[in-house]
């Protein structure tokens, strides 16, 4: 569904309340938002339907970031790099533990889903063909590592930013085939894991 | 202060309480440690005071992990992932983001937190003098490295448990001397960045 201006604006007011604060009510996103709680509940009737908005939002924005990944031409290894970079700067990742649960994955937002994890393997293979990256870690991996990052805050919003940037940097390394004294214990995440948070 | 067992089923139950929910209220500490709210308050005069007393046990337990791992003999680079690994298992960094801000910082408390540098500090010191570490990390990297770890809550607590180790299995190799591919961007964490989160 094409996102109007008006409801640009509005996701944009309810992803940064959401970031600061996972439980923000109606009521905090409009004043973001400045606009009235009349206004935002004529455009999306409950908190479930803007949080579905704001989870189809989030899914785009990740995978406009993985395109943009695999369209730059870069060696695949820092194509990876960048890619968490952004995806951490952006907070995409930060988002999903504040919705998972509150929202029901229609088809559509299913379907986003599994794009999502399309581009993602994309990036994930090419990063794992050019030998740089260890074997033992998986897409689900992936994310989790950039949820754990996505939970550090720390002082200002900006000083948060570049300690989230130096954690990457490290588990980058960590993420690099030289790196691995051994395989990673326990099974990796499966997806499965990763979606069953989203059953209400 | 001694703990008394009444007080040591107290701690723990107000541990594994805020571990899962960071927000409980007293009721909900009576309740997981069998005892009615009135007995609760007979103890601890409010929310505050029993909040310091799990922070002052939380130091302690950290202090007698790092003096357990310095005194195993081990070589010093498995002793700082033995010890680590030991924290995460714990939830002892888990429970900061909780406590901070919460409680006031006494005399005390801030005596055992400086104990618990310390001996952060004797364990650091082994790692990087043994050359397996690498040197552009520092103290307050680990907590907050530890504590994003600590974040991580996916299906069951064995499955948590097991996915931390996971991580932290992947962060130990990303800190050996020989990952690193780069210095890591963006000045670490001072010691005061972390302690400006217990001022109230």
Redesign the interface.
Known sequence: MPVTTGDRAVLDAARAVLLRDPRASMSAVAREARMGVGGLYRRYANKQELFRAVCDDNLRRYIALGEAALSDGEDPWAALGEFLGHVVDDGVHQLTPCLAGTVVVDDDLAALGEQANAVTDRILRAARGSGMMRPD?SRA?LT??V???G??D??SPE?TA??R???L????????A?????R???P??EDD??S??WVI
């Open positions: 870690v991996d989790l590592l949820e754990q990052i939970s550090l720390l002082g000083r570049a300690l940037r130096r954690y940097s490290l588990i980058l390394d960590g993420l690099r030289g790196a691995a004294s051994r990673l214990p326990g990796p995440p894991e990763l069953a948070r």
